[in-house]
Structure formats: structure tokens, C-alpha cells
């Protein structure tokens, strides 16, 4: 005889909502997609390990956000990693329905009750304990630093895959971070890609130069591009701020020009009179390069990551590898046809990541995963001579 009924899903509009974000420093990918969670749920909750309100989003503001015990300690976050598993599980989350874990660091650690609905959107597994733990090891520069960070990631990275055991489903923000969802965690998961303003950007003229966006850091392989422009010349504008900074400028020369943060305006600027975005690192989606698509502006990408999921259609230039021969090749075949692109053609790719897009991915992805979430089956069986309820998986 079964005793399990199964619950219907519910109405979302009805349901009490916990959002978990990472920490809330920034205004990047990542807080883009919490505040387009917040437009389909006005009426969640937010929960963070670190909250520094004069740097998130007006809509961000007006939420009731919950901040860690670490909070007061925000400057230092990055430090902090040891303590963030422990302050992630602090959260009480028990009065909510449902909590949509939003990942690239320790989110997904949060403890809920068992009748509530936990869903992952995941941007990547943790970089600094997985893919790349090699390239941040090699960051640390003494024997004994290196020695000190090993047993601290073995531990971060048991913790990080057992608690992927507390989500009942994953979201993927492209196929190439559901490939790492699987080979990090053994778990299945639904693509929903990431909502772009592809509206706020237009096309204007091409001015003779070509644009990076990425945040300053080892991992983003913007070096070799870098060097590039500078030996040969041609015009580069680079945006973005971060701790390789200083390196990569003395890479530079007087045609590579370092504009560091700007205004969401001025990026719009720089997007829309540039001749072409290059894109040297493996991105785990790319929303810079769809900004740029949305600019009616073709790509120059590394054919690796989410690049090759956006840059089709005729629609950008793919080398192989992340080197400046490689690059070099692919600008000389921009050359050659740059005469030929169609901008409203660009845009029109764009537009399928549009905020619009996002919704009606993210909500059929939720009542997908909540339908197909069953609770284990209850069976009767006999023990010791007397029925006894048991579970069955």
C-alpha cells in the first residue's frame, strides 16, 4: 500500500521565498541574475554572507536582505573563506517554501527544513577550489603558503560537494557549466541562460578600435591579447578594474588605453562605436559578449566555454587557442569581412538572452524541477512480525 501523495506544484505567486546569494560586494553577472529572480519573486527575502548596500542596484536595496554574522568583517571577505561555511549554515530558513540558492561560491551550503524546495542556479562550481585550483596555488608565492592552503581546500572542497546533496535541483547557466555541474558534483541540470538588458544598447558607427570588459584578474588570459595590440599597434580599450591591474598595463603601449570602471552609459559608448569585442579567456557564459551582439558589434572570441554556445550564426570569429597567434588570425579574418557584418543580424542573436528570454526559462525550469521532485515512496513490509513503515528510494 502506498502512503505517498504527491504535491501538486504550487502557485509561485503564493509560495514564501528565500533568494541566497554569495555576497552582495558588487554589481556584476551574478547580482544581474539575483535581480531578475527578485522582478519574478517581489516578494522574497534575501540572505547573504556579506551586504554592502551603496554598491548594489536600487530594486536590490528595497528587499529585506539578511547578512551574515561576517558582515561587519566585509572588507576582509576574500579572507574569509574559512568561516564561510559555517556563517551559510547559520541562516534560518525554516518559514519558506522555497530558496533558490544563486552559486558561484558557498550558497548552495544553506540547511532547509524537509518540506521545503531548494533549487540551485549556478553560475560555476567554486573556480579557486576546482578547475582552477592550480592557477590560484601557483599565486601563492612561498612553499609554506601553498602548504597552508592545501589542507584548507581539501576540506572547502568535501564541504562543497557534500552540500550539493542538500539541493533537490540545479540550474546551469550555459551547457558548458552544466558539463562542470556534472563532472564536480555528479549532478544533473537544467540550462537557463542569463538575462542580458539587450534593449539598453545600440549601434552607432564604427570608430577604429577594438574592446575588452573583464574584470582584471590572472584567470581571464587577457595578457596575451594585451600584448598583441600593444606590439602591433592596433587600437584596444580595455574596461575594468581588479588586482592584475598594474601588470597588465606596463604589457600596454600608447594603443591599448585603460578606461578601469565606468558608468553603465559609458560602457554603452564604448560599445556602441567599437569595431569589434574580443574576448581572450574562457568565460563560463559571457554576458559581455552579448552586450556587445546587442551593439550590433561581432565578437572575436576564444572558442571555448560559453563562447561557443554565443558566438554562432555568423555572428563573431572563434580561434582555438589562447595565444597571440591564434588571435592574430582571427582579427586578420575580421579584416577581411568586417565590411560584410549586418548589425541588425547581431542583434537579433542577442535578443535570445534577453530578460524576457530569462523568465520564461526560469519559471518552466522551476515547475519542471518541481514536478519532477518526488518524495520517497513509503511501503509496507514486515519486520519482526509487525508492520513496519519503511522508506523506499
Known amino acids: 500500500m502506498l502512503l505517498t501523495q504527491v504535491k501538486p506544484t504550487p502557485s509561485m505567486d503564493n509560495l514564501r521565498v528565500a533568494l541566497v546569494h554569495y555576497w552582495l560586494l558588487d554589481w556584476r553577472g551574478g547580482e544581474k541574475v539575483l535581480e531578475a529572480i527578485c522582478r519574478i519573486f517581489p516578494q522574497a527575502d534575501i540572505y547573504t554572507l556579506f551586504y554592502d548596500p551603496d554598491r548594489v542596484s536600487p530594486l536590490i536595496r528595497s528587499k529585506n536582505v539578511i547578512?551574515?554574522?561576517?558582515?561587519?568583517?566585509?572588507?576582509?571577505?576574500?579572507?574569509?573563506?574559512?568561516?564561510?561555511?559555517?556563517?551559510?549554515?547559520?541562516?534560518d530558513l525554516r518559514k519558506y517554501d522555497l530558496v533558490i540558492s544563486s552559486e558561484s561560491g558557498p550558497a548552495k551550503g544553506v540547511i532547509t527544513s524537509a518540506t521545503t524546495r531548494h533549487f540551485c542556479y549556478c553560475h560555476t562550481p567554486m573556480r579557486y577550489l576546482w578547475e582552477l585550483y592550480p592557477a590560484y596555488l601557483r599565486e601563492f608565492g612561498s612553499i609554506r603558503q601553498r602548504l597552508a592552503l592545501a589542507p584548507l581546500a581539501t576540506f572547502l572542497r568535501s564541504w562543497d560537494y557534500s552540500t550539493a546533496a542538500r539541493v533537490d535541483g540545479f540550474m546551469a547557466n550555459s551547457r558548458n557549466v552544466r558539463q562542470r555541474i556534472w563532472k564536480t558534483y555528479r549532478r544533473n541540470s537544467r540550462v537557463v541562460y542569463p538575462p542580458v538588458e539587450v534593449e539598453r544598447f545600440r549601434n552607432r558607427d564604427s570608430e577604429d578600435y577594438c574592446l575588452m570588459v573583464s574584470e582584471l584578474v590572472p584567470y581571464k588570459q587577457l595578457d596575451y591579447a594585451i600584448e598583441l595590440f600593444a606590439s602591433s599597434g592596433r587600437r584596444l580599450k580595455v574596461v575594468g578594474d581588479g588586482p592584475d591591474y598594474s601588470r597588465l598595463r606596463r604589457l600596454g603601449s600608447s594603443s591599448v588605453e585603460f578606461c578601469g570602471k565606468i558608468s553603465d552609459a559609458e560602457l554603452a559608448d564604448l560599445y556602441s562605436s567599437c569595431s569589434a569585442f574580443v574576448m581572450p579567456g574562457e568565460e563560463d557564459f559571457g554576458i559581455t559578449m552579448v552586450e556587445a551582439l546587442a551593439s550590433g558589434k561581432p565578437v572575436i572570441a576564444l572558442g571555448r566555454g560559453g563562447a561557443s554556445e554565443i558566438v554562432r550564426e555568423g555572428c563573431g570569429f572563434l580561434y582555438p587557442e589562447p595565444t597571440a597567434i591564434a588571435l592574430r588570425g582571427a582579427l586578420q579574418t575580421f579584416d577581411r569581412v568586417r565590411h560584410d557584418v549586418i548589425p541588425s543580424l547581431l542583434q537579433d542573436r542577442a535578443r535570445r538572452y534577453s530578460d524576457a528570454a530569462f523568465q520564461l526559462r526560469f519559471r518552466a525550469a522551476l515547475s519542471a524541477m518541481w514536478r519532477d521532485l518526488k518524495p520517497p515512496s513509503l511501503k509496507s513490509t514486515r519486520c519482526l512480525s509487525r508492520t513496519v513503515p519503511i522508506l523506499r528510494s
Open 67 to 91: 547578512a551574515s554574522f561576517l558582515n561587519p568583517l566585509r572588507r576582509l571577505h576574500r579572507s574569509l573563506l574559512p568561516l564561510m561555511p559555517m556563517a551559510i549554515e547559520s541562516f
